[in-house]
Structures are given as C-alpha cells and as structure tokens.
C-alpha cells in the first residue's frame, strides 16, 4: 500500500485511517493531513488502486491548495478501493458504509473525486450531514457546469499581464484537453479577447490560426464529437497540441504531459497550469531558464475548492465567482512577486507561502 508516513512532517499527516466494513465490503483510507486553518476538505475518489502514500501526498496537495488560496480549511483525501463503474445500489451501498464509517471525523468534509460525483455527496450528506460539491437542490453551485477552475484560469492569465505575461486581447491560446476546465477556459478567455488557436481532447488535435470558434466547439464537443471533426479547423494528432504555436499554453487534461522529453517543443511565453501537477520539476526549471512564465496548478485552479468552500458556507453561485476572482488574483500576485523578489520559481514561491500560512495557523491553535 505504500506508506503515508513518507511526506510526514511538521505539518501532517494529523490522521491516518484504515476503514473496513465486512458487512457491505468497504475498504477505504482516510487522511487528514492538517486541519489548522479549520475543517479539511479534500475528495473522495473511488479507486481500486491507489496506494496510502498517494493518498497522503493528495492530502498534503490539499492542504497546500487551501491554504494558498486562503481558505479556512484544511487538507484531507480519502480512497474507496472499488471500480467505479460499479452498478449504482452497489455503489450507493459503499458510499453510505464510508460515510457511517467517517461520521465522527468532523474535521473531514468530503468532496467529489474521480469516480464520484454529486449522487454520492448527496448519500454522503444524507448520512452525516457534511459534504461538498453537492446537487443544487441541496444547495450544491455545480463548479463543473459553471466553469469556477476555468474562470479562475481566465482570471489569472489577466492577472499575469503585470508579471511580464501578456495582454489578453489578441492573445492567442492553445488548450490541452476540453473537459470541464478546457471548456470553460476557452470561454472566460475569447471573453477576454483571447483567441483560441488550438485544443486537443484525448483523441485528437484541432487547430486554426485564425481562431476557433469557441461556442460552437463547445457545443460540437458536447454532443459527443471527437473535437478534431469540428469543421473549422485542420486535424492533426493528440500530441500535436504541444508543438502548436501560441502565446498561451494550458494544459487542461492529465499530470506530467510537460517533460524533459518535449519541454523544449512547446512555444509558449506563458502556462497556465489548469491540471494538476502538469509538468514535471525539471521541466518547470526549463521552462524558467527559457523565460516562459509558469503560472503554477494550485494557485490557479483552485477555482473548484474556492466554490466548494463557498457552498459549504451557504453562498451563492455570483458569491463563488466573485471570490474566485478575488482569492486567484490577489494570490498569484503575492506568488509572483515573491518569486520575482526571491529569484525562485514560482512554484516554490507558492509552497513557501502556503506552507507559511499554515504554520502561522498551526501557532494560533491550544498546545496540547
Ligand atoms: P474532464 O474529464 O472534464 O476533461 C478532461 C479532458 O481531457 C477531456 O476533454 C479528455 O478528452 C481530455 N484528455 C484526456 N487525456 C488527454 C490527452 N492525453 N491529451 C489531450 N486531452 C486529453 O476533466 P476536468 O474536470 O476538466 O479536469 C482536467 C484536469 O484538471 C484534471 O487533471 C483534474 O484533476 C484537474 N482539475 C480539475 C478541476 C475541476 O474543477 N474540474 C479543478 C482542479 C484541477
């Protein structure tokens, strides 16, 4: 299973737990990384395959994502061991015995993760009365279908422009992958003026010069076309996306697509990292060296656990969106600037920060 205890630290993991139910097969892990800026929130995936050290380096990720964006939360994952795509009374079956087993851990409110959605935070909330990333008739802000981590992507390309990134109007993007934040961004940015140029889904490339069309693809990509047969652009393979030329460079899909291997490829002066952990450390350091600006993946796609935190407050969907902008903005300024006054990467700046925050927190807590 790996071992939790690989990333333990001055900050976490708080809680490491091990839940098994003979009764309806559950088998599940917990980890509560840091609770010192208040409750953890932090997903629930469903997996049969991820072992405790991931786990708890999700968690940390977590801890590190709401402390950065200022969140009064802390950080957690948890991992139920089962496929997905398991018929729904099983699933249901599942979810509600790992919600009796979490119901005495207050510090831990569940989310959405890979392989759960809405339903099961609506069975999760239905059992002990907290979860996040819930259906709207029970006060849930559906973060997917209103694009929070795609806006707060736009929000902070705009904010970069004072950072040596660029102006937005005119600016021309590429996107890799066009799911729930591809799409979205694509959208906040032609707003902006932004021209998209490119976007690539897991089948294929589709680029145009002169700009995509971006409602238009939304809408072809949401009636189940693969995204390169959209008329109004030229074909090309998968990967093709890396090496298509643009201002802008937002990896949107799947971790470590940027490598040593293809880092030099890409022609970007600016990557918004809208995935997570989309580029590898040395080819961030590359990227650096070469002038490219890497606007890192836990300060600018914290949109989805800005509005998580929202809903769990009793917010509105405009109060979500007005924070994002807010809390992505003023973040990614500090970041940058410190990284400027540091002479670090971004990226280190951003963990300097979150983990300060944290550590401040940690002071204001009872010592025993
Ligand atoms: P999604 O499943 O809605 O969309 C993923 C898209 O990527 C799809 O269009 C898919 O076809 C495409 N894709 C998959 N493999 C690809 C490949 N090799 N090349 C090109 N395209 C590929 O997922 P999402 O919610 O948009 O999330 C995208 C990424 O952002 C994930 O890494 C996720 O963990 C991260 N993320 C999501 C959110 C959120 O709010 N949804 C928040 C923070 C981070």
Same mark, same amino acid.
């Given at each position: 299973m790996g071992d939790a205890f690989e990333i333990s630290d001055e900050l976490g993991p708080e809680k490491v737990m091990y839940l098994h139910d003979p009764s309806t097969g559950l088998r599940a892990i917990l980890v509560v990384d840091n609770v010192a800026t208040g409750p953890a929130i932090g997903g629930t995936r469903m997996a049969p395959d991820v072992s405790l050290a991931e786990c708890a380096r999700l968690a940390r990720a977590m801890t590190f994502k709401n402390a950065a964006a200022g969140l009064p939360h802390g950080g957690a994952k948890a991992v139920i061991f089962?496929?997905?795509?398991?018929p729904t009374a099983d699933k249901e079956r599942l979810i509600r015995a790992y919600a009796y087993a979490i119901r005495?851990?207050?510090?831990y409110i569940p989310g959405p993760d890979m392989g759960t959605d809405e339903i099961a935070m609506a069975w999760v909330h239905d059992m002990i009365g907290r979860s996040v990333g819930l259906p709207r008739e029970l006060g849930g802000i559906p973060l997917d279908e209103i694009g929070a981590t795609g806006y707060g992507l736009a929000v902070a390309i705009e904010t970069a422009q004072s950072h040596g990134g660029l102006p937005l109007d005119g600016a021309r993007i590429a996107i890799q992958g066009f799911g729930a934040v591809g799409r979205h961004a694509a959208r906040y940015l032609a707003q902006r003026g932004?021209?998209?140029?490119a976007a690539s889904d897991s089948r294929g490339t589709l680029v145009q010069e002169d700009g995509l069309d971006v409602e238009a693809l939304i809408d072809w990509k949401r009636r189940?076309?693969?995204?390169?047969?959209?008329?109004g652009g030229e074909a090309r393979d998968r990967d093709a996306i890396i090496d298509v030329d643009c201002d802008v460079w937002i990896p +949107?899909?799947? &971790?470590?697509?940027?490598?040593e291997g293809n880092v030099d490829r890409l022609k970007a002066k600016v990557v918004a990292e809208g +995935?997570?952990? &989309?580029?590898t450390e040395a080819a961030e350091r590359r990227l650096a060296e070469r002038g490219v600006l890497v606007l890192p993946d836990f300060i600018v796609n914290a949109g989805g656990v800005i509005c998580a935190a929202v809903e769990y407050a009793g917010g509105s969907q405009r109060e979500a969106l007005s924070r994002i902008e807010e809390k992505v903005r003023h973040n990614l300024d500090e970041v940058l600037t410190r990284a400027k006054a540091e002479g670090t990467l971004p990226r280190q700046a951003a963990v300097d920060m979150a983990r300060e925050r944290v550590c401040t927190a940690m002071r204001f807590r009872r010592p025993w």
């Open positions: 089962a496929d997905p795509r398991l005495e851990i207050t510090d932004a021209v998209l140029v189940g076309h693969p995204l390169a047969d959209f008329e +949107a899909a799947r &971790p470590d697509v940027i490598h +995935a997570n952990i &989309p580029a």
